[in-house]
Structures are given as structure tokens and as C-alpha cells.
């Protein structure tokens, strides 16, 4: 199965582009190569543009908050994991703690003036190249070990963002259970929300039927329109009656 997601609200679709960036970052952070490590470059400066705005940081911290306040009440159930659920909260607690301060996120990093040069460059297109900025390429012929070293040092001061969006995410998803849904005539799948709140919606389609789900929703409706590319790669409304899962997440 193939796992499509939708934000209801402007605050998770800002979280989960974090997340996209993150992933990205990491998969190429790793790598010996320096044309890796320029697009491992070129995601950290995204990084940076999207949490410039205060909103970020204090999103995530509400929405930890509450997450701690929904944990807390299992308390009063009888069977609930005590140990469990002590661990969860205190995970909440150090990912908060780490988030929270007065200075902008990955400030140690933005103090790198050379590194902050480079940024702008990256704005230009082509801007870094050799002509430009030499010291850029210089960087580059270092021995693999310092390069990585230097992005590992300038990605650390993020890495309490990454923790903070992947706690969040993860809390969310886990709150969705997955039922079994069909498309109606006409190849399109409609739900009724009667204003309940939801923050996410959760969609998985078969991987052999090569389609992908377009979804709009809002707290009165869910819309789900199934689509594919043809042979001649433009995409096609697809109308035949198609199975997935769903889930419907709030914390």
C-alpha cells in the first residue's frame, strides 16, 4: 500500500513540509559525495527560511502541550500501561524542554558568516559556482571526514525542531485507525464530517493499480478523487470502483 497524506489546517501542512525537508536533508547529510552534500546544503537553507517565522516554534510547543494534557487523562483508566505512559509524557517533556528558549532556532548556525554567504549565493541560480564563490569550491575538495563533520555541526542546532515535528507527527498518525473504503459512482469518494475536527487524513492505495488520491477537505466534508497518468503522461480521472484505507486523525 501506498500512504497519501492531507493536512486539515495551514499549522500540521507547515509541520509536515518540515518533516519533508528533514527527511530530505538527512538522506543526503550522509553522503561522500559533494554533489550530495550540495543538496544537503541547498534543503538546510530551506530549513532555515521555513522556521524563520515565530508561528513555527510555538505551534509545535502548543501542540505538545496538548498532547501531554490528552496523555495525562489515561490515568484514570483502568487498564492503561503506567510505565508506558510515563515514558510517553517524558519524551513529550524533553522534546519540549529542548525546543523552547528566546533565541531564533539554529542560531549557532546563522552565526556562521561564510556559511550565511553561501545561503544568499544559493539563491542565485548558478551562484556557486566557482567564479562566484571560490571558497565554496575549496570547501568542497576537503577531505570527506571534515565535510561531514562541518554539516553535522551545522545541522545539530535544528535537530531539536526535527524532534519536536516528529513527536507531533507521530502522536497524530498514531491517533487514526484505518477502515476499509470504496470510491461511489463516478469514481469519486465523499464523506460526511458534520463539523467534528480533524487534523489529518490518512490514505493508502494498492500499489499495483498505479493511481494516486487528490483530496480536499474541510470540517464539513471529505472529497477524494482518484487519478492516473496515461501512457502519453497526462492524468486521467480514474472511474472504475477503487478500494483503500482511510484514517482520520486528531489529537
Not at 111 to 127: Q, V, Y
Not at 148 to 153: E, F, G, H, Q, V
Not at 218 to 237: A, D, M, V
Request: glycine content about 6%; some cysteine.
Amino acid at each position: 500500500m501506498i500512504l497519501y497524506e492531507y493536512p486539515f489546517n495551514e499549522r500540521i501542512r507547515s509541520v509536515m513540509r518540515l518533516e519533508y525537508l528533514f527527511k530530505r536533508l538527512f538522506a543526503f547529510a550522509g553522503a561522500s559525495d559533494p554533489m550530495q552534500q550540495h543538496v544537503a546544503l541547498s534543503v538546510l537553507f530551506e530549513i532555515m527560511d521555513s522556521c524563520d517565522r515565530a508561528e513555527v516554534r510555538t505551534g509545535i510547543l502548543q501542540d505538545i502541550d496538548k498532547q501531554k494534557t490528552n496523555l495525562e487523562a489515561y490515568r484514570n483508566y483502568p487498564d492503561v500501561d503506567t510505565e508506558a505512559l510515563n515514558q510517553a509524557i517524558a519524551d513529550l517533556d524533553r522534546v519540549s524542554a529542548a525546543l523552547s528558549g528566546t533565541g531564533r532556532i539554529g542560531q549557532s548556525t546563522r552565526e556562521n558568516e561564510w556559511l550565511m554567504s553561501l545561503k544568499n549565493r544559493f539563491a542565485i541560480p548558478g551562484g556557486t559556482s566557482q567564479m562566484d564563490m571560490p571558497s565554496y569550491s575549496a570547501w568542497q575538495l576537503f577531505p570527506e571526514e571534515e565535510r561531514k563533520a562541518s554539516l553535522l555541526s551545522w545541522i545539530r542546532p535544528f535537530i531539536p525542531l526535527y524532534d519536536g515535528v516528529a513527536q507531533v507527527l507521530k502522536t497524530l498518525r498514531e491517533s487514526g485507525h484505518p477502515v476499509e473504503a470504496n470510491t461511489q459512482e463516478g469514481g469519486v469518494y465523499q464523506e460526511m464530517l458534520g463539523g467534528k475536527i480533524y487534523q489529518l487524513i490518512r490514505v493508502w492505495v494498492p500499489e499495483h493499480i498505479r493511481t494516486y488520491p487528490e483530496i480536499s477537505a474541510n470540517k464539513y466534508i471529505i472529497w477524494i478523487r482518484f487519478h492516473q497518468f496515461s501512457p502519453e503522461q497526462k492524468t486521467e480521472l480514474v472511474t472504475s470502483p477503487i478500494a483503500f484505507k482511510i484514517a482520520l486523525c486528531n489529537v
